[in-house]
């Protein structure tokens, strides 16, 4: 597991109830890795349990794995996968990050890559714990150019099932992903410009208008593009507001912690498809406009 924080710990602990599967995480904070390594990674909220995980700050430190997974957010996606290059030299790599351009970037570094796309939430509430939000499915498929193998990404997705998050393997994985980046786009920049939760900005009669407005303006890139998504992203709002509420969008936890967002592979990246099939994206450009100016220190 490149990235060992919300995302990274979940899947961790998960994986790493299954008797058959070894887990490995890498992650640079070290309280973090210290607590893991002395005392388990614990789970809290939708499950609890306490995992056996084995956790280290150098990727150097890894032994060779049949799989990675990289769940650092998107800024950090190249420096993982490369320092970890000897432990993946025979892996299939799977992104469970959100955004686009991260599958191109683990595939500069390993031959087989797995696009994936999730729906689980979650937090880091202290080194060693991690909050699990809300449950959601996870789909696997291949990187079209660097494909990792049909048996990899079934192999993959039966663990993830068996250990609790439920996974599905298809054949094409773009559909699920740009329907999570629309999703995405069209709510967590509000939520890291208010503050509110996924829930609370779904429900505000006025934000519920700019999420829909951007989710519209989004879809026109798509037909234009030829994305098909998986289904309506408006089905994505409804299920955000039944199952995940109460939960800080990754991008409001990013704003809350000082770090850099997630902004330029999200709106940035319809952005950028909408520039090249000619579609003009300005609700979009607003919200990168906006999230780059709240990471500026004041
Ligand atoms: N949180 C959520 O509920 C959801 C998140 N996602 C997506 O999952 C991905 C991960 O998000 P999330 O878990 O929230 O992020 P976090 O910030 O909680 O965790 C990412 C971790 O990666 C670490 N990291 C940074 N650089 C490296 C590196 N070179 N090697 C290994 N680890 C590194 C970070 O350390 P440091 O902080 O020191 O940089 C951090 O601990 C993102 O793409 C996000 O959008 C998707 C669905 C839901
Ligand atoms: C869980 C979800 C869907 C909430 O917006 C997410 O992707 C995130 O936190 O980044």
Known sequence: ML??????SLYAAHLARLPSVEVWAVDPWREHVSAIASGGLRVTGQADFVARVGARTDAAALPPCAF???ATKALHTLDA?????T???????ASVQNGVGNEEQIASVVPRVIRGTIVTAGAVTEPGTVRYDAPGDTWLGPFEPAPARPDEIALLARLLTEAGLRTHAVPDARGPQWTKVVFNAATSPLAALTGLTVGQVCTDAELRREVDRLIAEARSVCDAAGIELSRDPAESVEEAIREAYGHKPSM???ILAGRPTEIDVLNGGIAAEGRRVGVPTPAHDTMV???????RPP
Do not use: P
């Open 81 to 85: 996968v490369r320092a970890a290059y």
């Open 289 to 295: 406009a906006l999230i780059h100016a709240k990471e």
């Open 87 to 93: 432990a993946l030299d025979g892996a299939a790599v």
């Open 68 to 70: 990675g997974i990289v």
């Open 3 to 8: 990235g060992c924080g919300a995302i990274g």
């Open 252 to 254: 409001l936890q990013d």
